[in-house]
């Protein structure tokens, strides 16, 4: 049989002494109330203790997360300076290759590009691979520059039939005349290229030369075709190395088909032969 709990009736009354509607609870509430407050106030210390906890434990987790952070960038670092270093070891031999390519850029009348240590030993300031390699990058793009716009190679392959210089007349045989460039052994209509990028600045007929073209390239440097049976471009044309630009032939002083190729620096002839080959 299931005993009845007992319930005590609790008349709340306000300042003007009119009570309000009684409210019944459980006696043991009221007997043992000290329990119930303290049980709450318990339940109120543990909630308390668990939002410190927690906070705490954020914070740790923050600190360990920094410490990762500052370990992977000093790791990063620690890598960088290693890869330099080996980069170093390394460029020092690509400097020697570029000074024999200057030595190259020299013979053919052109300003050699320095390596920025210029008698002396390596510099410490390049710190970075990034550094490193912007400095070969603009390097190289001045040899390409130089490579591309520098005349080399021949105009039309065939047999030099006649140098630069000196010699017989090959009309009379007789007496001595300056050869301003190369003769080229070609057949009639084989085709002409340039040797060089550059801009046409003549195009046409010019006294002893016949048919000629005349083009002008970077670092001071011009080509002249001479004796072309047919001119295939225009002046002010920009040209490519190695665009056809004309057809061989025996247009003015000349004894038979042939091309006849010079190269000027600055003004004044030099000889061809030196721009045939690296």
């Not at 970075?128 to 591309?148: C, H, M, P, T």
């Not at 046409?204 to 072309?228: A, D, P, Q, S, W």
């Amino acid at each position: 049989m299931n005993r009845k709990r007992s319930k005590t009736t609790v008349i709340f009354v306000n300042k003007n002494q009119s009570s309000s509607k009684p409210i019944q609870v459980p006696t043991g509430y009221i007997v043992h109330w000290k329990k119930y407050i303290l049980g709450i106030l318990g339940l109120f210390l543990i909630l308390i203790s668990s939002i410190f906890y927690l906070i705490r434990s954020n914070s740790s987790v923050e600190l360990a997360k920094s410490k990762l952070e500052l370990a992977l960038l000093k790791s990063k670092d620690k890598l960088s300076v290693i890869d330099t270093s080996s980069l170093k070891k390394h460029y020092q031999s690509i400097d020697k290759k570029l000074l024999t390519i200057n030595k190259y850029l020299k013979a053919r009348g052109l300003k050699p590009i320095l390596t920025g240590n210029e008698g002396g030993e390596q510099s410490d300031d390049i710190l970075s691979a990034e550094e490193i390699g912007e400095f070969y990058d603009n390097y190289l793009s001045k040899i390409a520059y130089n490579v591309a716009y520098t005349p080399m190679g021949y105009p039309h392959l065939g047999t030099i039939t006649s140098g630069y210089g000196h010699r017989e007349n090959p009309f009379s045989g007789e007496n001595v005349e300056t050869h301003k460039g190369l003769d080229i052994r070609a057949n009639y209509g084989d085709v002409v290229k340039c040797t060089a990028n550059g801009k046409v600045v003549f195009a046409g007929r010019r006294g002893g030369y016949g048919n000629c073209i005349v083009i002008k390239h970077g670092n001071g440097f011009e080509t002249y075709y001479g004796h072309l049976s047919k001119i295939l471009v225009k002046v002010d044309e920009d040209v490519i190395a190695g665009n056809d630009i004309g057809k061989a032939g025996s247009t003015g002083r000349s004894t038979g088909p042939h091309l006849h190729y010079e190269v000027h620096k600055n003004g004044k002839v030099i000889n061809p032969r030196s721009f045939l080959t690296l």
